[in-house]
């Protein structure tokens, strides 16, 4: 059976964990070639490992323009072209709305918001026509989390990916559920799985 995304090309920040890493695997399984990024050297050696050798990991921080500009430079300098860009980073500081302080929210929103936007615009040079940028906000948007009213805030530009639609590209968003990873507790996921369920990176 042919595979939906042979020799496709995809770009995955947070492949780590969570929706990040179980994203990674499926489009490997389905034949692409991921290229994924993560903060922690070890995490994301052991990321690529559990992808397969279709996996490539680039170290960084989307939150750092350096970081972002060396994770295109090496997808250029392989000489490829960009088939998909998910934009899967979620920086969780659960703090009560009488708590937020300037650099709780900053560190939300240079991850959740700026992290994302320049995610998709350093990508644009790269893209090939047709090619598709999906981007996970929160489901902490659409019902209450305590402590998450700066990550929901931040985590949902204003319909961002009707915003940024330009002729190359296909963009999209969606709100996922809590996955079950070290930056979400597994109790906020088992809530959640009863409504609209949840990601493994097991699965």
């Not at 899967?88 to 708590?99: E, F, P």
Request: charged share 25%.
């Amino acid at each position: 059976m042919p595979k939906k995304l042979k020799d496709k090309i995809a770009v995955i920040t947070g492949g780590t964990e969570g929706i990040g890493l179980a994203t990674a695997k499926l489009f490997a399984k389905e034949g692409a070639y991921v290229f994924i990024t993560g903060r922690r050297q070890a995490e994301l050696d052991e990321a690529v490992k559990l992808i397969g050798p279709n996996a490539f990991g680039i170290q960084g921080d989307v939150s750092k323009l350096a970081d972002l500009d060396r994770l295109y430079a090496k997808v250029a300098s392989d000489g490829r072209k960009i088939d998909s860009v998910v934009a899967k980073v979620g920086a969780v500081n659960s703090v009560k709305l009488a708590d937020v302080t300037p650099e709780s929210f900053n560190h939300n929103f240079d991850v959740n918001t700026r992290g994302v936007l320049f995610t998709v615009q350093k990508s644009l040079p790269l893209l090939n026509n047709g090619a598709s940028v999906i981007l996970t906000s929160t489901i902490a948007s659409l019902r209450g989390f305590p402590g998450r009213s700066a990550y929901a805030d931040a985590s949902t530009p204003p319909d961002a990916s009707n915003l940024w639609a330009c002729s190359k590209a296909r963009s999209g968003s969606t709100p996922p559920c809590p996955a079950r990873s070290p930056a979400s507790s597994s109790r906020s996921a088992t809530r959640c799985r009863k409504g609209r369920g949840w990601w493994s990176s097991r699965r």
